[in-house]
């Protein structure tokens, strides 16, 4: 009897025991009794001197809904200061990469003008948002040091330092996104032996640092110039060579609002650490009254410098 | 009365004098005295009757006891016997003799010192209060057990006491500075339950005594998870301490992290408190004995922390006799032994756990996967070991070393993939795949050491050295994927996700504490400390497999230095007792130094016999950071240093509490607290890059305040107590947080509710329930989608438009525990049993949401939704544990 019972109590609590063991294991579906929020306009635009501008418009959805499509039936006016400026149309064709966006068809925009885009769509409560677009700031100096290289498998890798230097103002504060990429020409051998080249293509670069950055370019987004001389990137390019050449490295410094500082510092995906629940989202940069996304103009300049030897 | 004895005692020294006028009879020059323990009173008046020329105060020589040794002498003899080690002289005049006290003592003050113990096993009692029974004069005794306390000469009567042992009075002879070891026996009977400092319990040492104190015995009344008991468990029943669900993420004390508590073990900073994501502390209630915590009017030997303190003594060991105790909950197996290695003089103890349920746990993790249609396993393998040796060092000394250890070491995998068939209204058959994998790992451990030596200087002076040893070492990785594959045409699409974490935090330093009683009421804390540090935190994530990451690289360690000097001066000023501190610390990282003071002020005061006030300021400053990065408190957490770019975090908290004692067993509490907090660090949102995490910090602001009102019982067959907590905590960081706008703290609970119970069955028997309210985690829960702004990534994501800013329903439970101890008189074998009930109707509080995706065949076509799933500690669970000890017989007091 004793036999019995002990060994009862012990298998009750090995199976107690275990399951408050496995404290992440106790889960259940749920649904939450939630109000969801009214729907609110999204819009999206990075306005560039005398080039057109152009405006996504998008609304928020609950959550578990379809993919949303685009909203096509709003009415975008943008006013330079407190002049119309032009009623931005739809434009549903596929000729100039701003299929499913609204552009103005004349007017483009001029560094240091106040813009107000007003957008209203039917069921929607209206939006506004602000913007202007920064003067250039010139690249002083591009220069590439500690160049390495080193043969793994059927990569090469190029191991280098990039310094940047640009000619920040010291009296006001400026934003900056700051973007390099690398050039690279791709090639074939032809039956007698000539080297064929193709046209140069931009090709992503990595961090010695980290397996892998995404985007074919990388970026940082900067306040002034901190407390630095120089910004310099650690960066690796890795290429195939025995279709791939070293091209130019290429810089582009974009002096940015305020507006598309903040919005592309929040804009990181969410939902990257640990999984939905236990990471903090992001809570993206807003400039749209009443409205959720950004509008926001910016500036921009290029420089490029060849790795040394190629 | 008195004045009715002074007469009788004139009489008979006049009766005499008049006998021989009126008979002129030659004096008796013999006297003869039985012999025994008597009352010197007594004895005097029984010399005079018999016609001895003698004559005394009465007031002088009442309650005094002395032992006579029987037989016939001469006056002068009987009174230098009788009068040897009473305080009292004799001097002959022209009346014949007269007793008097003596001079070379009488007016003048005397300092009585030493140390206060447990009589049964020598452990050093720390906070025994000491106490003069004629005057109001007392003090308590340290974190040593010392004490010191100023006494006029003459007799004095002793009283001491302390919560959980029978009262001791002393009367003794004050006649120069003494050192005075005072033993108290254990009182098993209706221990008192914890803590706020009282009248009753403490006498005026209550001003100064700001700490609460949690000792094993009620931690071992409440019980805990799995019949686990916790120390922490006990801690967060009481106003102003909470932690997320059923104690996941830690202990949180007035609206600060987890990371801004100071914990110490013996004195050494220790950098991670729990076991299991915070379902238990790292702190063995086998190995403890007792824990003080403090939320305001901090003394200044605390430092390098801006939220509460817990100072963890652990126990020193029998010194008297060997005990061993085995012992088992659901979850581990304990193991502790302790004993004299030599008898009175040094000792030993060394006490173990073991999560015996983790070589089980892989098995039936295994089969609820399964179940759940899903497979992988969890491991997870959890110990730790305390050892104290203490050894006597000359009379006024004793050597102690204390060492902890812990490790976790927990892996988790899931691995699902359904197989759905879509047909098309064609007849074309797409069959799909959803596989979706998980994998954590994360391993944490702890090595805690110290080496101090105690030394009494003199009758005034105290002082511990101190060499000490902390690390913390953390690693955690996790890889995941959601993807969908279409298997007729091999269309793949996927995500694959990792990070890896790793940090260490090292710790070695040396230090002296000392303690100076100039004068009476008053007493002088200050000490040295340097510490070197050594960190090593590293993070990377990538949409990548962990096994391709590079190692961490050693060579990025930070080795900051930290220097410290404090002093307090705590005293009286007619009834005003207060105590002022300060504490100097230079943080010196190798870019850069930081230099800050600490001034801490406590005011307190009687307004009536019943009612207490207490005032206090507190500056606090913390050189060190840890960053969470997840909700759970998992130790993915990093602690980093200050440097040239991350400033210490600094706090000021202002507090005030009134204390009324309308009964004797009854306290009521009520406090206001105001904390304000700067140099706040903290993730920014988002992916954190290898390169940049932690130049791309968060720096912020914070504040909390709140009311918290208290009742406690601590005496009598029913003890407890019920609390209510209001309060308010929030964070304010740049934009690279909720856009620079003020949000909720995680845990800002606004309303929190606790009651303890703890009813005596019987002498060896109780019955505790508490039940804990609280208001749902401040939690950033995504309730609508939109279109991804991002270049890359899915089609949607969830838009989130303020931190913090859904509120997960309320957390509450009710737990219960019966609580015994069975032992035959006379018997070596002591048993304690705990059978309980936890979470009794079954809540299930969310430690967070998880959301998932879910995929389902409609009109022919696959149709993903989002399903969002709670995760929750336990359900309804019964507990039990189990503990035999084998040692010395049960004292003559044990359940009485």
Redesign the interface.
């Known amino acids: 009897m004793r036999k019995v019972l002990l060994g009862h109590?012990l298998r009750?609590?090995?199976?107690?025991?275990?399951?408050?063991?496995?404290?992440?294991?106790?889960?259940?579906?749920?649904?939450?009794d939630?109000v969801?929020?009214k729907?609110k306009l999204?819009i999206?635009s990075s306005f560039f001197p005398d080039e057109p501008v152009v405006l996504r418009v998008?609304?928020?959805?609950?959550?578990?809904?379809a993919?949303?499509t685009p909203i096509t039936n709003a009415k975008v006016t943008l006013y330079e200061g407190n002049e119309l400026a032009e009623e931005l149309t739809y434009d549903n064709s596929k000729e100039n990469g701003t299929s499913g966006a609204y552009r103005t068809r004349k007017f483009v925009p001029e560094v240091g003008q106040l813009y107000t885009v007003h957008v209203s769509v039917p069921g929607f409560d209206p939006v506004t948002a602000v913007s202007s677009i920064p003067e250039p700031v010139e690249i002083r100096s591009l220069e590439v040091s500690g160049l390495s290289q080193v043969e793994t498998g059927d990569e090469m890798v190029y191991d280098y330092l990039l310094k940047i230097d640009y000619a920040d103002p010291e009296e006001e504060t400026n934003y900056y996104d700051l973007r390099v990429s690398q050039l690279v020409i791709p090639f074939t051998i032809g039956p007698g032996g000539d080297t064929l080249r193709s046209t140069p293509y931009l090709k992503s670069l990595s961090?010695a640092?980290?397996?892998?950055l995404?985007?074919g370019s990388v970026s940082m987004l900067i306040q002034d110039k901190g407390n630095l001389d120089f910004v310099e990137f650690?960066l690796q390019s890795r290429l195939d060579p025995r279709r791939e050449m070293l091209g130019r490295i290429v810089a582009e410094l974009r002096t940015v609002s305020p507006e598309y500082f903040?919005?592309h510092?929040?804009?990181?995906?969410?939902?990257?650490?640990?999984?939905?629940?236990?990471?903090?989202?992001?809570?993206?940069?807003?400039n749209v009254a009443s409205g959720?996304?950004?509008f926001a103009g910016y500036n921009s300049v290029h420089r490029d410098v060849p790795l040394p030897g190629n | 009365m008195r004045w009715a004895r002074l007469l009788t005692a004139l009489l008979i020294c006049i009766t005499p004098v008049l006998g021989i006028r009126a008979q002129s009879v030659t004096p008796p020059t013999l006297f003869s005295l039985s012999s025994g323990e008597r009352q010197l009173e007594e004895v005097l008046t029984e010399l005079t009757t018999a016609g001895a020329p003698l004559s005394y105060r009465p007031d002088h020589v009442e309650r005094l006891t002395i032992r006579v040794t029987g037989g016939t002498h001469d006056l002068p003899r009987w009174l230098d016997e009788l009068l040897a080690g009473t305080g009292l002289i004799y001097e002959l005049g022209s009346a014949g003799y007269l007793v008097l006290p003596d001079p070379r003592i009488s007016g003048r003050e005397f300092q009585l010192f030493g140390m206060v113990s447990d009589a049964q096993s020598g452990e050093r009692l720390i906070g025994a209060t000491v106490r003069l029974l004629d005057g109001q004069s007392g003090t308590y005794s340290n974190e040593y057990g010392f004490y010191t306390l100023r006494a006029e000469g003459g007799r004095a009567s002793l009283r001491i006491t302390y919560v959980g042992y029978l009262p001791e009075e002393i009367d003794l002879l004050v006649s120069s500075d003494s050192l005075l070891d005072i033993s108290l026996r254990p009182n098993r009977q209706l221990p008192q339950v914890i803590v706020t400092s009282s009248a009753s319990a403490l006498g005026e040492a209550r001003y100064f005594e700001t700490g609460t104190r949690i000792g094993r015995m009620e931690v071992a009344q409440l019980g805990g998870p799995a019949g686990e008991d916790d120390p922490l468990q006990l801690a967060r029943l009481l106003p102003g301490v909470t932690s997320g669900a059923d104690g996941i993420g830690g202990v949180l004390i007035r609206g600060s992290e987890a990371g801004q508590n100071l914990i110490l073990l013996d004195g050494v900073p220790v950098y991670g408190l729990s076991h299991a994501g915070g379902l238990l502390s790292i702190f063995s209630n086998q190995a403890i004995r007792r824990i003080d915590l403090y939320k305001d009017a901090l003394p200044a030997r605390f430092g390098g922390r801006i939220g509460g303190v817990l100072d963890v003594h652990t126990r020193d060991g029998n010194l008297y006799d060997n005990e061993i105790t085995v012992g088992s909950s659901l979850l581990s197996g304990q193991l502790s032994a302790e004993g004299p290695i030599k008898t009175g003089a040094s000792s030993f103890l060394i006490s173990g756990r073991y999560l015996w349920a983790s070589s089980l746990l892989q098995r039936f993790s295994e089969a609820y996967k399964e179940e759940r249609g899903r497979s992988g396993s969890t491991d997870y393998d959890v110990y730790d070991v305390n050892l104290k040796l203490n050894q006597k060092a000359g009379e006024r000394g004793r050597i102690y070393f204390s060492l902890y250890s812990g490790l976790d070491d927990y892996r988790n995998d899931s691995w699902q993939s359904r197989t759905m068939v879509a047909p098309s209204d064609a007849g074309t058959v797409f069959v799909y795949q959803t596989p979706s994998y998980r994998s954590e790992q994360v391993r944490w451990g702890n090595t805690v050491g110290a080496l101090r030596y105690n030394h009494v200087f003199s009758d005034r002076t105290f002082g511990n050295f101190r060499l000490s040893y902390s690390d913390l070492k953390t690693s955690s990785s996790f890889e995941r994927y959601d993807s969908i594959l279409e298997r007729s045409n091999a269309i793949y699409e996927g995500d694959l996700l990792s990070g890896q974490y790793f940090s260490q935090i090292r710790q070695v330093g040396v230090a002296f504490d000392g303690q100076h009683s100039p004068a009476p009421s008053t007493v002088v804390r200050f000490g040295l400390e340097a510490n070197a540090h050594r960190f090593l935190p590293q993070l990377m994530t990538a949409e990548g497999k962990v096994s391709e990451y590079p190692e961490p690289n050693r060579d990025d360690a930070l080795r900051p230095v930290e220097l410290t000097a404090y002093s307090s001066y705590g005293s009286k000023w007619r009834s005003l007792y207060y105590r002022l501190g300060l504490r100097a610390t230079l943080w010196n990282a190798s870019d850069k130094a930081y230099f800050n003071l600490s001034p801490r002020i406590l005011l307190a005061g009687p307004f009536s016999p019943t009612l207490d006030w207490q005032l206090s300021y507190d500056r606090t400053v913390q050189s060190v950071h840890l960053l969470n990065s997840f909700v759970i408190g998992f130790p993915s957490d990093l602690w980093v240093p200050s440097t040239n770019s991350i400033a210490p975090a600094r706090s000021s908290q202002y507090a005030g509490k009134l204390s009324w004692q309308p009964l004797e067993e009854w306290v009521m509490t009520g406090s206001l607290y105001y904390k304000r907090m700067n140099g706040l660090v903290a993730y920014s949102e988002g992916r954190q890059s290898p390169l940049t995490w932690i130049d791309n910090l968060s720096r912020g602001t914070g504040r909390a305040y709140g009311l918290e009102l208290m009742a406690q019982r601590s005496r009598g067959r029913l003890r407890g107590w019920v609390n209510y907590t209001l309060a308010r905590s929030q964070r304010t960081f740049d934009r690279r947080i909720n856009q620079g706008r003020t949000f909720p703290f995680r845990y800002d609970r606004r309303h929190a509710f606790n009651l303890l119970v703890i009813y005596q069955l019987g002498d060896r028997t109780t019955l505790t329930g508490s039940w804990r309210y609280e208001t749902g985690l401040a939690y950033s829960l995504s309730v609508a989608t939109r279109n991804n702004p991002a270049g890359e990534g899915p089609t949607d994501v969830p838009v989130v438009t303020e931190r913090n800013g859904f509120r997960m329903p309320d957390n509450h439970r009710l737990d219960l525990n019966l609580h015994t101890i069975l032992s035959a008189t006379g018997s070596r074998f002591t048993h304690a049993i705990d059978l309980g009930v936890y979470n009794v109707y079954n809540r299930h509080n969310p430690v967070y949401y998880d959301i998932r995706p879910e995929y389902t065949v409609e009109d022919g076509s696959l149709v993903s939704h989002e399903q969002f799933y709670r995760i929750f500690i336990a359900p309804v669970l019964p507990s039990l544990s189990y503990h035999l000890t084998f040692g010395s017989p049960a004292t003559p007091v044990f359940g009485r």
């Open positions: 109590v009750s609590a090995t199976i107690l025991g275990l399951s408050l063991s496995a404290f992440f294991s106790c889960e259940e579906p749920v649904d939450l939630l969801y929020p729907s999204v999206s998008s609304a928020t959805r609950p959550r578990g809904e993919t949303t961090s640092d980290s397996p892998e995404t985007g650690h903040f919005y510092r929040s804009l990181v995906q969410p939902g990257d650490l640990g999984g939905p629940g236990l990471e903090e989202p992001v809570i993206y940069f807003n959720l996304g950004v």
